[in-house]
């Protein structure tokens, strides 16, 4: 894992699948160097659902347009969905994309929803592991899981490199690095937006997770029930104090300080999602923070 932790560095990108579906593959690899030359270590996408409204490019060409353009970003897939793809064609993809480019590819799995989902996991993650044995074994990769509750988190320390957790507070990056343990990788996504107004900052992430209860049990909800949330913060779009957790916003300081703060807690590499129209002015505020991060 030292390797890999060098080659990310402190902070990398997470890109919305519909921001990257919506925008031209010539001017994502513009958007990409762009990326890589501002100094962020690796750019993350992730794989909606199958039927889910929140439609993306498929997940393994999509990293391969990252990796071929740019030299030494490092490619992350945040997560694709377990549920869309076969275990070996999963491997294969991911060792064909490790074996091109060398210690520049991290694969995360999710998606293990419906009854048992942690048998589940196990079982993909089981299967894998055959194909490993016989489709281009001699090609490593790390692999992550998406992990917010304490089982699933046992299970990425004990059979991936480590844990992307989605949309959490950093309460949860350091329950999460308790659970884990110092060895493997910690990887939170971040949602962040340089707006000094509160109620415009929070109308961005209400956008998405949409107004009425959200009492259902999801791991999302569980997680913050764990951590201290109620049925009020859970209603009409989330509370003020939900959303501030985990949402980073105000200014270049308040934003950055969110990010240090997740490191502080135990994150290895903290993956920023700049909420914006487009995947350009997403850059736009990677730009304006690159300053306060790469010390």
Known sequence: M??????????GVWIAPVTLLGTPV???REQFARIEALGYGSVWTGEPPAGSPAAGREAVA???????ATDRLVAGMGVANIAMRDPSAMHSGAATLAEAYPGRLVLGLGGHGGDRPLARLRGYLDAMDEAAGRLLPQVRYPRVLAALGPRVLRLAGERADGAHPFMQPVEHTRTARAALGPGPLLLPHQMLVLERDA?????GIRAIVGSGPHSAAT????????LGYGDADLADGYSDR???AVLAWGDEGAVAARL??????????VLL?????GLGPAVDQLERLAPRLMR
């Open 2 to 11: 030292a390797e890999t932790r060098r080659r990310l560095g402190r902070f």
């Open 26 to 28: 010539a001017v994502q």
């Open 62 to 68: 999509q990293l391969a347009v990252v990796l071929a």
């Open 199 to 203: 109620a415009a900052a929070r109308a």
């Open 219 to 226: 791991p999302y909800t569980n997680s913050y029930r764990r």
């Open 242 to 244: 939900l959303v501030d």
């Open 260 to 269: 240090d703060a997740q490191l502080d807690a135990g994150a290895d590499h």
């Open 273 to 277: 999602h700049p909420l914006a129209d």
